[in-house]
């Protein structure tokens, strides 16, 4: 759920984009959530249909890589754009030598 969230913009930080402009998305991952509560603790869907058992601090630790997650991530996306802005300094785009990268002969030259 928050990984759909985190992949609707590949640079903007989660907290940087409007989550309202895909409500459909929005809802979905709202639903989702929902959804784990009573397979997890109404006893006939949990013993029967799912066979699981009641967590309780494994929520801790849920919770805890859902944070992990998400900071990972959002260092990640600072790492690109901060990449990004040093790749554009000057406002013009660095060719492919500038940036060390190499160069492949193709046949469409």
Known sequence: ??????????????????????????????????TVFPIIYIPRISDYAFQVLDIGWEWGIIFG????????????????RRLRRGEN???RKMTAKEKNLPRFETMAE
């Open 65 to 80: 890589m859902i944070l992990v997650y998400l900071v990972i991530t959002e260092l990640w996306k600072l790492l690109k």
């Open 89 to 91: 300094q000057g406002g």
């Open 1 to 34: 759920m928050v990984h759909s969230l985190e992949c609707k913009h590949l640079e903007l930080s989660i907290f940087q984009m409007n989550l309202l402009d895909n409500k459909l998305l929005l809802w979905s991952a709202f639903a989702l959530s929902l």
